[in-house]
């Protein structure tokens, strides 16, 4: 017979680790000893003579794979015994077949309804026991496989997510590092942006109507795209981009070309890859509309009120602050004051008067971005 007869804590031989291991619950003697006796040629029997017992084998380890209860028992009952069972997560997947010499209907219903699969009743036929619990180990035996092979398959999706979440983030720094190396304008520029636009949009999305559109998900991905918004200066000649003076008419209008450039550049690598993707939509967002104006009178295609779309509305206001507070070749840095007030004043003409107040909200929170994260050539803005 091969009852469980191990030391408590004693760790169980490799053989018996593989036989299915089954747990007996009776109060009588004679009913484990016969329970135990039909079954452990097949597999590893462990006997509890009470409720309580029951409940701590079942914190061994290994957990035993199928439970015997017997209803009828002084204290615990089986009822309570397959309650508690089923409310751990430890043990809520292992199979309970009560055993009962009750057989009215309604007790095998309650049993059933407590989460038992099956109702076996006394006196014992030993061939229907031993079927029964066969079917039962081998359909547990297929339910463990394919709760392992999801837990599997989940663990599988999260490192791919993770995988790809990192490429994205790696694409966005890759390209942003591109432009930032042609540009008089320092990283700590497209860092405070991105700041800048996660702040707002926290602060917005409280509005109804911005509410929709500026999820959880969406505010991460205006945070990860912001620093392409300039990725189109890359193809702005030198001689205007890095000029150290105030630029020209005609050197203006082929800096402007740096939103519509941008745009393309992001569309042509998507067009290649063959397939749209999000992060990449608010991009195209950012980089191609980040200097239109909420009057329609700014560029590349003179878009007006809700229009042009969130992204670039959120990431206009930011460009336009920082550059206030930048010091440039051809400028002093602003103080903080006077960049809100380049922000007040566009109101309604320059911004979205929504995100202006939504701005005026958080302005104080923009101050302690721009000293975090201060140009190396510049002390932060007072």
Known sequence: MQRESLPEGAAATWGQRQMPTVLVVDDTPDNLAMMAELLDERYRVKVAHS???????????????????????????????????????????????????RSDVQ??????????VDYITKPISPPILQARVQTHLAL???????????????????????????????????????AETRDAETGNHLRRTQWYVKTLAEQLRRHPRFEAVLTASMIELL???APLHDIGKVGVPDHILLKPGR??????????THAQLGRKAIEGAERRLGMRVRFLDVAKDMAGSHHER????????????????????????????????????????????????????GRGTQFDPLVVDAFIEVAEDWRGIAQRFPDEAQAPPP
């Open 51 to 101: 409720g309580e017992r029951a409940l701590k084998a079942m914190q061994a380890d290994p957990l035993p794979d199928l439970v015997l209860l017997d209803i009828m028992m002084p204290g615990m009952d089986g009822y309570e015994v397959c309650r508690r069972l089923k409310a751990s997560a430890l043990t809520r997947d292992v199979p309970v077949i009560f055993l009962t010499a």
């Open 247 to 256: 630029l020209t008419e005609d050197e203006f209008t082929v800096a402007k």
């Open 140 to 178: 547990k035996a297929t339910a463990d496989f394919l709760r392992n092979k999801s837990d599997y398959l989940e663990r599988e999706v999260a490192l791919r997510t993770l995988e790809l979440q990192a490429l994205q983030d790696v694409t966005i720094i890759a390209l942003a590092s591109l």
């Open 294 to 345: 909420w009057d329609g009178t700014g560029y590349p295609q003179g878009l007006a009120g809700d229009a042009i779309p969130v992204a670039a509305r959120l990431m206009a206001v930011a460009d336009v602050y920082d550059a206030v507070i930048s010091a440039r070749p051809y400028k002093p840095a602003g103080t903080h004051e006077q960049a809100c007030n380049a922000v007040i004043r």
């Open 223 to 225: 945070y990860k795209s």
């Open 107 to 116: 007790d095998e219903r309650m049993g059933l309804e407590l989460g038992a």
